[in-house]
């Protein structure tokens, strides 16, 4: 089992930047892993998600262009750079990794161990 915990989280004006952390432990990640975020009243959406050796990435349409995920596996470290952010990216955050896929995957079902979540805000 892989334990996750996401940082980096908090409150940022439109138009802004934060960079998420997510550090992994339990045993080597080679795993794909992504992020997904929740807001309030809706369901887990996917953001992105890269392969285990970070060849390979997926965004969703909404952030393509301004976010950049990056893992780094001497660290056990996944990243997740935000830019120009907007109202609606407001949620929680959660990193996740998939232990059976090496390749990107984009459903929350196929992901088998989850963070806690970090709280994004982006104020108007």
């Known amino acids: 089992q892989v334990q996750l915990v996401e940082s980096g989280g908090g409150l940022v004006q439109a138009g802004g930047s934060l960079k998420l952390s997510c550090a992994a432990s339990?045993?080597?990640?080679?795993?794909?892993m992504g992020w997904f975020r929740q807001a309030p009243g809706k369901d887990r959406e996917f953001v992105t998600g890269?392969?285990?050796?970070?060849?390979?990435?997926y965004y969703a349409d909404s952030v393509k262009g301004r976010f950049t995920i990056s893992r780094d596996n001497v660290k056990n470290t996944l990243y997740l750079i935000m830019n120009s952010l907007r109202p609606e990216d407001t949620a929680v955050y959660y990193c996740?990794?998939?232990?059976?896929?090496?390749?990107?995957?984009?459903?929350?079902?196929?992901?088998?161990?989850w963070g806690q979540g970090t709280q994004v805000t982006v104020s108007s």
């Open positions: 890269i392969s285990w050796s970070g060849s390979s990435t």
């Open positions: 996740a990794s998939a232990s059976t896929y090496s390749g990107v995957v984009r459903q929350p079902s196929d992901y088998d161990s």
């Open positions: 339990g045993r080597p990640v080679f795993n794909a």
